[in-house]
């Protein structure tokens, strides 16, 4: 059974501080790990993706792996009250077959002004 | 110039109806995909289908029906709708297994 936890929040933020999101996975076979952003009402749209361990950055976003702990977060730097939505960890597993992504259930993310 | 598009956005009908919903992306990815988000926003993945070849069929009710008529496309029919398939309904594509999904704007079904 595959499974992506994370903390459903809220997580609240103060503005300019780091965001920091956090998600834990099941399946070790899993090797590509991915970030969405969600606006309540809206689709999921990428924020990032991982793939080996370490750090990734994109601007103010950095995606961080730990394939020893299944562990993968994101931290978002100088936080706006744009960034405020539900951010969706998921995980790809490849092992046989063509699988969907596994999504977690997401964090609640609100940035204080 | 939409990527991924779905129709319609919202769908009301009542218990016991049969009712479609139409994907379309021009992205030219070969494999499409749909998902199902409930109430407490929990994405889960309903079928997966690789250059009109379904891949992954996961424990959904036999009432759901997909249809990929070539691979730009992927329609879903839901037969004898149940109040509990009520929810949102997202359509998406990517490149391969491996790549990034691509979504389209969902179409939030409610049952009566």
């Known amino acids: 059974q595959k499974e992506v936890e994370q903390n459903s929040g809220p997580l609240s933020v103060p503005e300019g501080a780091i965001a920091s999101l956090n998600c834990t996975y099941s399946d070790r076979g899993s090797q590509s790990f991915f970030w969405y952003r969600q606006y309540s009402g809206k689709s999921p749209e990428l924020i990032m993706s991982?793939?080996?361990?370490g750090d990734k950055e994109d601007g103010r976003f950095t995606a961080q792996l730990n394939k020893a702990s299944q562990y993968v977060s994101l931290l978002i730097r100088d936080s706006q009250p744009s960034d405020s939505a539900t951010y969706l960890c998921?995980?790809?597993?490849?092992?046989?077959?063509?699988?969907?992504?596994?999504f977690g259930k997401g964090t609640h993310l609100i940035i204080q002004p | 110039d939409t990527a991924v598009s779905q129709t319609p956005k919202y769908l009301v009908t009542q218990m016991g109806n049969d009712k479609s919903i139409k994907c379309e992306q021009n992205l030219g990815h070969d494999t499409m995909y749909w998902y199902k988000q409930d109430s407490k926003k929990f994405l889960k993945i309903m079928f997966s289908y690789n250059n009109k070849e379904l891949i992954i069929n996961e424990t959904v009710p036999n009432r759901f029906s997909p249809k990929s008529p070539d691979k730009a496309h992927l329609n879903l029919h839901i037969n004898s709708l149940e109040l509990g398939d009520s929810a949102v309904y997202f359509c998406?594509?990517?490149?391969?297994?491996?790549?990034?999904?691509?979504f389209g704007n969902g179409t939030r079904l409610t049952v009566t």
């Open positions: 998406a594509s990517s490149q391969g297994p491996m790549s990034p999904l691509h």
């Open positions: 998921a995980a790809l597993y490849s092992g046989g077959g063509a699988d969907g992504l596994t």
């Open positions: 991982i793939y080996s361990n």
